[in-house]
């Protein structure tokens, strides 16, 4: 018995126990829910700062055993407004002219050639072209076996050379130059340049530029270049800027730095105004080598991409 009286004793304090424990958790409930009764705001605001700034994906690209007559893979490349102003008249510019600063040409030596010079670009809207994204084209060393020049009376400086795709075909093309007011050079809108519609090919050298030539419109000259536009022929669309002392022209499409916008054949790569964390995406690029051009690591370039606000 008194065994049995002790646990009732204990089970009648656990009774009360637990009572307790549930009295102060609906007390504790009761004091949650008067708090939740009451509330109060606060404000937030968020001032952005003025940034005019584009991000251009990737940060590099490398070709590698890329064969003399061939392209190498297109690859993708992105330009996002990272600002917070819309961006517009998006263009592109590559040190070439800076790299390539002497005649490879014949040297057997990679080296002197620049990477950009052998890229070709294509924008969002064109669905088919590829252009030049800056490349140059530069003087034979003497006329070759069956060349017709057929030089305007008084030219007093001349360059002549292959404008030379990947698919192997070669346009020979010449620059004569201005009379005014430069005199003997070339950076004058009197200079002249014209290049054979034909490439030439295993039965026909055409090498005479007398016939069968479309002619440059020379658009614009300032003191180290004329500018110009072809409506027809392998430069069709294109821009040839020839230097000014008649030793080498500089073809693109995209480029609208200083007086290359002078060209009626450039344009800006994009137009329509990039929104901030917009991006245009469809760009592509690929190296595109000629043949007979020497193996080994070209000098590098860097491709510039420039945007205004719109």
């Known amino acids: 018995m008194y065994t049995k009286e002790i646990f009732k004793s204990s089970a009648a304090g656990s009774v009360l126990t637990a009572g307790a424990l549930i009295f102060v958790l609906v007390l504790i409930n009761s004091v949650s829910l008067v708090a939740y009764d009451a509330s109060d705001n606060m404000t937030l605001d968020v001032n952005i700062s003025q940034l005019a700034a584009i991000e251009v994906l990737p940060t590099g690209i490398v070709w590698l055993q890329i064969v003399p007559g061939s392209n190498g893979t297109v690859r993708n490349v992105s330009v996002k407004n990272i600002g917070s102003y819309n961006m517009t ?60 020049l057929n030089l305007g009376a008084g030219v007093k400086k001349y360059a002549h050379g292959w404008y030379r795709l990947a698919n192997g075909n070669e346009y020979l093309w010449k620059l004569e130059n201005g009379t005014t007011p430069n005199g003997t050079w070339c950076n004058s809108t009197s200079a002249v340049m014209k290049i054979k519609m034909n490439p030439e090919n295993s039965t026909n050298y055409n090498r005479d530029l007398s016939l069968a030539t479309s002619t440059g419109s020379a658009d614009a000259a300032n003191a180290d270049w004329t500018f110009f536009s072809f409506g027809s022929g392998p430069l069709k669309g294109r821009c040839a800027a020839a230097y000014y002392d008649c030793t080498r022209i500089y073809l693109y499409k995209y480029d609208k730095a200083n007086g290359f916008k002078d060209c009626t054949s450039s344009a800006y790569m994009a137009t329509a105004n990039l929104t901030p964390g917009e991006r245009f995406d ?15 690591n070209t000098k590098q370039s860097t491709m510039t991409v420039y945007a205004y606000i719109a």
Do not use: Q
């Not at 469809?282 to 080994?296: E, F, N, V």
């Open 282 to 296: 469809k760009l592509k690029i690929k190296a595109s080598i000629p043949r007979g051009t020497p193996a080994g």
């Open 89 to 148: 008249d998006i263009y592109i510019d590559v040190n070439t002219e800076v790299k390539e600063n002497s005649n490879p040409v014949g040297k057997g030596n990679i080296s002197k050639y620049a990477a950009g010079g052998l890229m070709l670009f294509r924008n969002e809207t064109s669905t088919i072209d590829y252009f030049p994204l800056g490349r140059l084209e530069w003087n034979l060393s003497e006329v070759m076996d069956t060349e017709v």
